[in-house]
């Protein structure tokens, strides 16, 4: 289940731009409900017309960043200091510091931010020199610490939604810190209720590369290269062997009266699975392989598989939050295709068709209501988005951006939505160039205010590093870093108005958080000593702790 979020760490792929002043699109339905964008009334400044919707285009990227200190719980940040095997514990109301020793070389930190719904403040850290994570829980009275029991060479782990179970595995597509690999199939269950912490190692499918829950927290799916193993954590009582369940042929075959079909398509373990995502109540698994116009859809209950022939290249597969339907993106046909779960699996009427001729259909992203989604390429080169209504029977609304996309995330309500852009080579500084050539080579971003349609492009000084939005989704913050050229900054963005506020930064930024019971946001910073700047996000006033990682001074 591909999750996008602004809140602490950065980015996967998804925001789109706006219909500027002038730009109107030529909207009309067909007698059944399909909506035709008519775009040529646009004006185009990167890609003439459909016929370019993939003709010699590489595969759609989606970019994930993933920074693994500092984290916020509640109230409290936490930050890893592997020199000093200890982890900083700083009260973003009061900035005083404790420094807590953890384990050996802890490194890889995540915080647990609610259990059963209740904001919390606990964080679960991973020392890389032993086969141990140190689980830090902070009340009032101070932080208590439990070692847990964890597999070799970790470096990745899953908190489940109701903050009772998390998942730590290694992911060999991550850096590891020079740690040597440790198990390719093997994951630790951590409980982390109080007074019942305890640690399972299980064997699972080979190498695994993401993990979901369902949507009670209580059943968790390890999405490796096998398939896709179930932790019904309830049932696990000690060490186990669970059994995957395969996208592949070679190992599970559908049965006749399941009411499925294998598509007359056979998959082999050469053809990796991509875009693997798991519905919310944990019955079905789907995926997409590349150069591929099938799809697979597991029945993770009756352990049965199913081929779906969509007649042409899958560039993008998602499934809704809700997981109701699933949009998969046609690039060679400039269409979007809407297909309801279970109904759509094995009924091809069902699946509602979105055609946007005209436009390069690469990849899509949903917002996290399911409510609505914008359609862009980070393939081509194009400087355009479409949005589209999901909820209801507004057409689709094509949206002018002046840069090309290079990755899209919707804000948790998704009435935003921040666009990362590419930029063309060569220097924005060379004389004599225009404008328009300016603007491509710079670094940037836009914001889109959806009710309006309306977006802003906002150039950069530096490339667009980690952001996070606030709980509410009032504003905003973006850091900038480049060292070279000495640029250390964030800028705080108020989303009702999109307006930018920079902040100037004593060292080059890292990671950005929100820290809900204090409203205010945390900017992580590379020094010698440690540096923090927290940000009240309504205000905008700040201040900086620096030394937490030597003697726990504070600067104003």
């Not at 150039?459 to 870093?481: D, K, N, S, Y």
Request: with cysteine; hydrophobic share 40%; aromatic share 6%.
């Amino acid at each position: 289940m591909k999750q996008y979020t602004w809140l602490g760490v950065g980015l996967v792929a998804a925001v789109a731009g706006t219909v500027g002043c002038g730009d109107s699109s030529s909207l009309g339905a067909l007698p059944d409900g399909r909506f035709i964008v008519d775009a040529g009334s646009v004006a185009r400044t990167d890609l003439g017309t459909a016929a370019a919707a993939d003709v010699g285009l590489p595969p759609e990227v989606e970019e994930q960043r993933a920074f693994e200190t500092p984290q916020a719980g509640s109230r409290y940040v936490y930050v890893a200091n592997p020199r000093r095997d200890t982890v900083a514990v700083i009260d973003s109301r009061t900035l005083a510091i404790t420094s807590v020793e953890a384990g050996d070389g802890p490194t890889y930190l995540v915080t647990v931010p609610e259990r059963d719904g209740t904001p919390i403040d606990e964080a679960l850290v991973i020392n890389v020199n032993a086969t141990t994570a140190t689980l830090l829980r902070t009340t009032a009275a101070g932080t208590a610490t439990v070692q847990l029991p964890i597999v070799a060479g970790a470096n990745a782990v899953a908190v489940a939604p109701n903050g009772h179970y998390a998942v730590v595995y290694l992911d060999t597509s991550r850096p590891n810190q020079g740690v040597p690999a440790g198990s390719f199939q093997e994951v630790a269950v951590l409980r982390l209720d109080p007074g019942m912490e305890r640690g399972l190692l299980l064997s699972v499918g080979f190498r695994p590369v993401d993990v979901v829950f369902s949507d009670d927290g209580e059943t968790g799916f390890v999405v490796t290269e096998d398939g896709v193993s179930i932790l019904r954590f309830a049932a696990l009582t000690g060490p186990a062997l669970v059994p995957t369940v395969s996208f592949y042929d070679d190992t599970i075959v559908a049965p006749v009266d399941a009411g499925v079909s294998d598509g007359g398509m056979t998959l082999s373990r050469d053809a990796r699975a991509q875009d693997v995502s798991v519905t919310r109540d944990g019955r079905y698994a789907i995926a997409r392989f590349a150069a591929s116009s099938s799809m697979r859809v597991v029945d993770l209950m009756r352990r049965s598989v199913q081929t779906i022939d969509l007649g042409t290249e899958i560039t993008d597969l998602d499934v809704s939050p809700d997981g109701t339907f699933a949009l998969a993106a046609l690039r060679n046909q400039s269409r979007v295709l809407r297909i309801p779960i279970p109904a759509g699996f094995t009924d091809p009427t069902q699946r509602r068709p979105i055609d946007l001729p005209g436009e390069v259909v690469g990849s899509v992203t949903m917002s996290p209501d399911g409510a609505r989604a914008l359609v862009y390429s980070t393939a081509a080169m194009t400087e355009r988005a479409t949005l589209l209504d999901l909820a209801g029977t507004a057409a689709p609304t094509v949206l002018r951006l002046r840069k090309s996309v290079r990755a899209v995330a919707f804000a948790p309500g998704g009435e935003s939505a921040l666009i990362v852009h590419g930029r063309s080579e060569g220097s924005p500084a060379e004389p004599g160039i225009d404008l328009e050539a300016q603007i491509d080579r710079s670094f940037g971003y836009s914001l889109l205010n959806v009710a309006e349609r309306f977006t802003r492009l906002q150039l950069t000084p530096a490339e667009v590093g980690p952001f996070a939005l606030v709980p509410g989704g009032t504003h905003a913050f973006v850091l900038l870093r480049d060292d070279a050229r000495r640029v250390a900054l964030a800028q705080r963005i108020t989303l009702a108005s999109l307006t930018i506020q920079d902040i100037a930064l004593g060292s080059p930024p890292a990671s950005v958080g929100a820290v809900p019971a204090t409203q205010r946001a945390f900017i992580g910073q590379d020094h010698p000593e440690g540096r923090i700047t927290f940000v009240d996000w309504n205000t905008g006033s700040q201040q900086s702790i620096t030394g937490f990682e030597l003697n726990s001074r504070i600067v104003e």
